[in-house]
């Protein structure tokens, strides 16, 4: 015969465990988010209203051991590509739209690019895409890209080692798979607004899914 005042007291217990050890806040609602690595975006959460990540999506191009690279992608600059080139190579850009890729190493130009095996000196991202900088191989990217898969950053943003874990769990970003044509949108102001809804609704489905099997438990 099972004695009630027992399983009360195990059951009273075990909903103690449960309040301590559940994830609280931007922990929990995180639980389910994709991990950081390269070929994902961290999209900033509107709670981050100041800085240089306020409303900003970055491409993640290396996340390891020593640390995390990438690009903001969305954040235009007032500078057109042509200022900043040297001499020798303005004659065959084609205005392309220079973009602000963070605060490390303002000047230094990085880029990334489509190419079906990429090119020598740089790295993989994404499917096709590729990341590099330098004047190595950007003659060649200019006489032979269109505005269509290549785009110029001025700068990159950069974390050392467990940085960026740590700012997830702090609930400074959403971190969502990459999208490529995304990368190379011809107008990408309105991408942080969409990605942020989207995670916001995946957010809302995933809670309202747990909800229902609470609720159909016996």
Do not use: C
């Amino acid at each position: 015969m099972i004695n009630l005042a027992y399983l009360q007291r195990v059951l009273f217990l075990f909903a103690i465990l449960v309040v301590i050890f559940a994830p609280t806040g931007d922990a929990q609602k995180s639980s389910h988010q994709l991990l950081p690595a390269k070929g994902v975006f961290l999209v900033a959460r509107p709670a981050m209203e100041t800085g240089y990540f306020s409303r900003s999506v970055v491409l993640l191009v290396e996340h390891g051991d020593e640390g995390s690279i990438g690009v903001i992608i969305n954040r235009g600059m007032q500078v057109s590509l042509t200022e900043i080139l040297p001499e020798s190579l303005k004659t065959i850009t084609d205005s392309h739209q220079l973009y602000f890729g963070g605060p490390v190493s303002l000047n230094g130009l990085t880029f990334l690019f489509r190419d079906r095996n990429g090119t020598e000196g740089s790295t993989p991202v994404l499917g096709d895409v590729y990341f590099g900088g330098g004047t190595n191989i950007l003659k060649d990217l200019l006489e032979h890209k269109n505005k269509n898969e290549l785009r110029f950053y001025l700068g990159y943003s950069g974390w050392s080692h467990g940085q960026i874990d740590s700012e997830i769990l702090k609930g400074a970003w959403y971190v969502v798979q990459a999208d490529i044509a995304m990368i190379f949108e011809e107008d990408p102001d309105s991408i942080w607004s969409e990605l942020v809804t989207r995670q916001r609704t995946k957010i809302l489905a995933h809670d309202s899914d747990s909800s229902q099997e609470v609720a159909s438990l016996p």
